[in-house]
């Protein structure tokens, strides 16, 4: 796993990755960028922490920690915070987009559905959501999640303060390079 210094976001469970049974296996590693496009509204923009979780072909296997997802080759994604968003200081402003870079993950092909947990550091915020792209660099295949205007947070209780949401894939393209 990368430090904090190396990468602009870090993981919220230990060992990003699980081998496959054997000590000498190789653990392929990409890295992805996510965009979040946050709906354009007039209301409060929304302190908080954001996590996603990449759903792929596979199977679900139970953890420790809650449950992590794992493909046939063993490879495994966990919850991953964005931390710091590449393109504004201040990030999920009202009708912005923020770039997060997460690099040195583990190789997650064919996402399928994306989750998103928002943990709110203050009552009331939601946080209005547009959409949001996920690019995997080494295939060069942009994910596209529409979120449709979903407000997370908006309907948890007052003792509540983690949300989440599950948006399935509505298209996949190769991005090409020049």
């Not at 064919?110 to 996920?134: A, M, Y």
């Amino acid at each position: 796993m990368i430090t904090e210094s190396q990468s602009q976001t870090d993981t919220t469970t230990a060992g990003a990755a699980a081998t496959s049974g054997s000590s000498s296996s190789i653990i392929e590693t990409c890295s992805f960028s996510i965009v979040v496009r946050t709906a354009n509204t007039s209301a409060q923009p929304a302190r908080a922490n954001l996590f996603v979780q990449g759903y792929f072909k596979g199977y679900v296997r139970g953890s420790s920690d809650g449950y992590a997802l794992t493909d046939a080759m063993g490879r495994q994604n966990d919850k991953i915070r964005l931390k710091c968003s590449v393109t504004h200081r201040r990030k999920f402003q009202p009708g912005h987009c923020d770039l997060f870079v997460l690099a040195d993950q583990v190789m997650i092909e064919d996402i399928k559905s994306i989750e998103v947990w928002h943990q709110k550091r203050e009552p009331g915020n939601p946080l209005p959501l547009h959409s949001i792209t996920v690019l995997e660099h080494s295939s060069h295949t942009a994910y596209h999640f529409d979120c449709a205007g979903q407000k997370l947070g908006a309907e948890a209780a007052a003792d509540r303060t983690m949300t989440s949401a599950k948006f399935g894939c509505i298209g996949s393209a190769p991005v090409f390079r020049k």
